[in-house]
Nanobody, 113 residues
Framework: QVQLVESGGGLVQPGGSLRLSCAAS????????MVWYRQAPEKGREWVAT???????NYRDSVKGRFTISRDNAKNMLHLQMNSLRPEDTAVYYC???????WGQGTQVSVSS
């Protein structure tokens, strides 16, 4: 059973940057495809980015060129570097495995001037 703890969120102005982290424990992290999701107020949870165990990445169109997903298998850590943030990126961000494990609490990202 995988346990996931997200961190690194905060309040940032449009155009700013944040780096989210996800600490994973309880399973073999390096074997798993990892995913970032987000949920904006009054909206459903949506996929943001994926990184496979071999390091292949994929992004939703609205974040391509601005967000970078990465992983550190030695530390069981997943990251999301977010640059050029926009108000529409405001959401609670979650990490998870594929298939999904139990959800963590997420980390709030707010983009506002």
């Amino acid at each position: 059973q995988v346990q996931l703890v997200e961190s690194g969120g905060g309040l940032v102005q449009p155009g700013g940057s944040l780096r989210l982290s996800c600490a994973a424990s309880g399973s073999i992290f390096s074997d798993k495809t990892m995913v970032w999701y987000r949920q904006a107020p009054e909206k459903g949870r949506e996929w943001v980015a994926t990184i496979t165990s071999l390091g292949s990445v994929n992004y939703r169109d609205s974040v391509k060129g601005r967000f970078t997903i990465s992983r550190d298998n030695a530390k069981n850590m997943l990251h999301l570097q977010m640059n050029s943030l926009r108000p529409e990126d405001t959401a609670v961000y979650y990490c998870n495995t594929v298939p999904n494990a139990s959800w963590g609490q997420g980390t709030q990202v707010s983009v506002s001037s």
